[in-house]
């Protein structure tokens, strides 16, 4: 893979961050697809029906209208979320800003079918269904990009596979315990179910449809995983880089030599969250990093980034600041790099 062809950090600018941004506040939903919910009443629940029209005496009618409000939903799901996520690809493809890339591809991993698993109307089973079915879209799409070398879309799609709908929020707060289900946790399980087979503490049949699914699309799965750790750790190394302000990219610490110069980032400017965000964008990249190496796959990482990242200084910034909030920010970031 060649690193200077992917999200290079000259391309990131102001304008593409400032929509990145509002996209990532539309990622969400009011009713998980982007669309305004209808009003109380317009679905013919059986809420929005009076006691004296639905009584105990009414099973069948009570019955059908539950029936209808079930259809309904589904309905308004897969009406919807096909055109979110269409509208939302042609969108990515259009632009070339790499921040708006990752925006629309927030977008169109929230429109994903498992976004919207309703468990008081649906089984943990179709659950996974759900699942399977978003990750054979991800993986056509992947399929798209790979052959028409696309890989911007690639690393911003891969950038935005944690991305979780407000839609699922909501419907698991009814659940406690109950965890969220994000591409990059189902992509890494079925990995992991796939290192199960290979060691033989585990056989294909026991493993749930989207884990099958992954097992059998493994060369992408590991593809996109890879892309997604240095797609995040490019993002936060742009962000963090921006700091530096005009001019000069850093502090010469070292000969001149431009291939050996050490950056020391000015963070002044920034408040204790700013930097707290640049930090978890590193923590999901060595997360990803270190669970394919956890199942023996090789992160690739590309050369420029890693070099970039292992110059970085620190010293100047902790050692002047002194605010508690901001110092403890700053060392979060600094572990994230480590």
């Keep these: 893979m060649k690193s200077g062809a992917l999200l290079t950090l000259a391309g990131l600018t102001l304008a593409g961050l400032t929509l990145a941004l509002s996209l990532f506040a539309c990622t969400r939903f009011r009713d998980g697809t982007g669309l305004a919910r209808p009003q109380s009443g317009t679905l013919h629940s059986p809420e929005a029906l009076s006691l004296a029209q639905v009584t105990p005496a009414s099973n069948t009618s009570t019955s059908e209208l539950e029936r209808d409000r079930n259809f309904t939903y589904f309905d308004m799901r897969v009406g919807n979320t096909p055109r979110a996520r269409r509208e939302a690809i ?105 290192d199960g087979i290979d060691s033989g503490a585990r056989s294909f049949r026991e493993l749930s449809e989207s884990e099958k699914l992954v097992s059998q699309n493994e060369s992408i799965a590991v593809f996109l995983l890879r892309v997604r750790q240095n797609a995040l750790k490019s993002l936060g190394l742009s962000i963090a880089m921006s700091a530096l302000g005009e001019g000069s990219p850093g502090k010469d610490r070292s000969t001149g030599d431009p291939l050996l110069r050490i950056f020391a980032p000015d963070f002044t400017a920034r408040d204790p969250s700013q930097i707290g965000y640049i930090a978890r964008v590193f923590e999901y990249a060595q997360e990803t990093r270190a669970f394919l190496q956890s199942v023996g796959y090789d992160p690739k990482d590309e050369d420029s980034v890693q070099g970039i990242l292992s110059r970085l200084d620190f010293t100047e910034a902790l050692t002047n600041e002194k605010n508690p909030a901001k110092l403890q920010s700053l060392e979060r970031l600094r572990n994230a790099l480590l």
Aim: zero cysteines; a neutral charge.
């Design 90 to 194: 042609e969108a990515l493809e259009s632009v070339s800003d790499p921040f708006a890339k990752i925006a629309y591809a927030s977008r169109y991993v929230s429109a994903l079918e498992f976004q919207f698993w309703k468990p008081a109307l649906e089984t943990p089973a179709h659950r996974d269904r759900l699942v399977t079915t978003s990750l054979a879209m991800v993986f056509g799409q992947a399929r798209i990009w790979i052959e028409a070398s696309a890989l911007e879309n690639l690393r911003a799609l891969g950038a935005a596979l944690h991305f979780v709908n407000f839609a699922q929020e909501g419907s698991l707060r009814a659940l406690p315990g109950t965890p969220e289900m994000t591409l990059n946790r189902v992509l890494e399980s079925g990995l992991r179910a796939k």
